[in-house]
């Protein structure tokens, strides 16, 4: 069965819950990365999001071996790409870790990925533009409604608003 897309309202908690993840990440990671940056819905205040955190860790393509290394160390694992090149994913195989923490998609991405640049154009656009965000939220709600159960035709409909 699949898991039920559900959109909420705005919590200012999950900046902390972002800066949590960012810590322990940074724990093993400081050094070889460029930044940690929090995407997604949830990283633009008062827009309503599923309340997962999308975190992008920023490298230099080289560094993806010694990042990957380094992760394993926080028991995350490689999912690979997902079909977006120049962004990994990756998912926390320890059960009790999982659950320790707010519920989070990390993915690691070369400086120059163009789905990086999307993510951070996007999001600092919807900060920005009020209006667009009122409209993003509006979309997302409907997506959510139309699509509780198929989380890439919720994706395809969301995706269709543009800046």
């Not at 998609?105 to 533009?129: G, M, S």
Request: net charge positive; aromatic share 12%.
């Amino acid at each position: 069965m699949f898991k039920k897309v559900v959109i909420v309202e705005y919590n200012k908690e999950w900046m902390n819950w972002f800066n949590i993840i960012k810590d322990r990440l940074l724990k093993v990671l400081a050094g070889y990365i460029f930044s940690i940056e929090h995407v997604g819905s949830t990283s633009v205040p008062g827009l309503a999001a599923k309340p997962v955190i999308d975190i992008d860790v920023v490298i230099e393509n080289k560094d993806f071996s010694i990042v990957k290394n380094r992760l394993s160390f926080l028991h995350y694992r490689h999912e690979g790409n997902l079909g977006i090149p120049g962004r990994e994913a990756f998912k926390i195989t320890d059960e009790k870790i999982k659950q320790a923490l707010p519920i989070h998609q990390l993915y690691v991405c070369d400086r120059n990925c163009n789905e990086l640049k999307r993510h951070i154009a996007f999001r600092d656009f919807l900060k920005n533009h009020p209006g667009y965000k009122i409209k993003y939220a509006e979309i997302k709600k409907e997506a959510a409604k139309r699509y509780p159960y198929d989380i890439d035709a919720y994706i395809e409909y969301k995706g269709e608003m543009t800046i």
